[in-house]
């Protein structure tokens, strides 16, 4: 079983590929359909792709237009 750190660090190694992703499509933007597929690979429910998503967009990481995600750099 993980520990909480290792479940903390294992979330942040997601959401930086994921703001890696995001940034490497550049100015067309990401579809949110692709990286859900990806991390559904892992385990990842769709409420917990949404809940990342969200977080994400608060932070100031991302942005979404449509179904499609921006970084904000």
């Known amino acids: 079983m993980l520990t909480s750190d290792q479940k903390t660090q294992a979330l942040k190694m997601i959401a930086d ?3 890696e992703s995001v940034k490497a499509a550049g100015k067309q933007g990401a579809p949110g359909g692709p990286i859900y597929a990806a991390l559904m690979v892992y385990g990842v429910s769709f409420e917990q ?6 977080a994400l967009i608060r932070i100031g990481k991302l942005r979404k237009s449509g179904n499609l995600y921006f970084w904000q750099g």
């Open 49 to 54: 792709f949404q809940n990342l998503m969200d």
């Open 17 to 19: 590929a994921v703001i």
